[in-house]
C-alpha cells in the first residue's frame, strides 16, 4: 500500500515538473478565468443597470442578486489569472531540459480533466460566494431600515 501512495505521489511530482502539464493548466485557467469574468460582465441586465442608476427608496432584490452574482464570479476570474499567472512565470523560470521540447499528452489530458473539475467547483463556489454576500447585504439593509 504505501509503495502504491509513494508511486502516486512521485507519478504527481513529474507531472508537476511537466512543461506541457504546467502550460496546459496555465491556459485552462486562463480559459475558466475568461468564462468567469464574462459571466460576470454580462450578468448586468440592462433592467438591473437602469434600477442602479434610478434614484428612489427601498432596495430591488432583483439587482442585489445580480450585483453577489457578479462579485463572486469577479473574484474566481480573477483568482484564475493570478494562478495562470504564476504558473506560467514558473515555467519560464524554469531552465529548459533538452526532453522539454516533446509534447506529453498523457500530462496533457491529466491537466485538462483536473481544470476542467477545477472550473466545475469553482461554479459551486461562486454560487456559494453570492449567497453569502447576498445574507451580508440583506443583514446590512436590515439595519438601515
Not at 512543461?19 to 433592467?47: D, E, H, Y
Not at 477545477?118 to 459551486?124: D, E, H
Request: net charge positive; with cysteine; charged share 15%.
Amino acid at each position: 500500500m504505501q509503495e502504491r501512495i509513494r508511486k502516486i505521489i512521485h507519478t504527481f511530482k513529474a507531472f508537476i515538473q511537466d512543461r506541457t502539464f504546467i502550460q496546459t493548466t496555465a491556459l485552462m485557467f486562463i480559459l475558466g478565468s475568461a468564462v468567469f469574468l464574462t459571466k460576470a460582465n454580462l450578468g448586468l441586465s440592462p433592467s438591473n443597470i437602469a434600477e442602479l442608476s434610478a434614484t428612489k427608496w427601498g432596495h430591488n432584490q432583483n439587482v442585489i442578486t445580480s450585483l453577489c452574482v457578479q462579485s463572486a464570479d469577479t473574484r474566481i476570474g480573477i483568482v484564475f489569472l493570478l494562478i495562470a499567472l504564476g504558473l506560467q512565470l514558473w515555467n519560464t523560470w524554469r531552465p529548459m531540459r533538452v526532453y522539454d521540447f516533446k509534447v506529453n499528452r498523457r500530462a496533457m489530458i491529466i491537466s485538462i480533466i483536473l481544470c476542467l473539475l477545477i472550473i466545475g467547483i469553482s461554479f459551486r463556489v461562486s454560487q456559494f460566494m453570492a449567497a453569502r454576500t447576498m445574507t451580508q447585504v440583506q443583514l446590512k439593509l436590515n439595519t438601515f431600515r
